[in-house]
């Protein structure tokens, strides 16, 4: 089993900037890619950002240049730096795994935390 616990979400003012974390346990976190996706009331859930294996990253176009996704492997942790928080960019952020590399739909990963969420004001 892999357990996924997101921290770091709250609120901000448009322009700042937040860390959301993404810790993991269970089965081998080298291995696998990690990605971030968001929903907002209302809206579909959508791709954010994914990190492979190797190191390998994807973004969304909405936060390119805004967002950046890392991981720590020694400490079995992801993260998602955001900066020009934007009040769209208000939302649920859930962080998910699957094997090997990042990919952008949903369906395709195996594990996922129970989200953080994410308001920003304007």
């Known amino acids: 089993q892999v357990q996924l616990v997101e921290s770091g979400g709250g609120l901000v003012q448009a322009g700042g900037s937040l860390r959301l974390s993404c810790a993991a346990s269970g089965r081998t976190f080298s291995s696998y890619a990690m990605g971030w996706f968001r929903q907002a009331p209302g809206k579909e859930r959508e791709f954010v950002a994914t990190?492979?294996?190797?190191?390998?990253?994807i973004y969304a176009d909405s936060v390119k240049g805004r967002f950046t996704i890392s991981r720590d492997n020694a400490k079995n942790t992801a993260y998602l730096q955001m900066n020009s928080l934007k009040p769209e960019d208000t939302a649920l952020y859930s962080c998910?795994?699957?094997?090997?590399?990042?990919?952008?739909?949903?369906?395709?990963?195996?594990?996922w935390g129970q989200g953080t969420q994410v308001t920003v004001s304007s």
């Open positions: 990190i492979g294996w190797s190191g390998g990253t």
């Open positions: 998910a795994a699957r094997p090997l590399r990042g990919t952008r739909r949903p369906t395709e990963y195996d594990y």
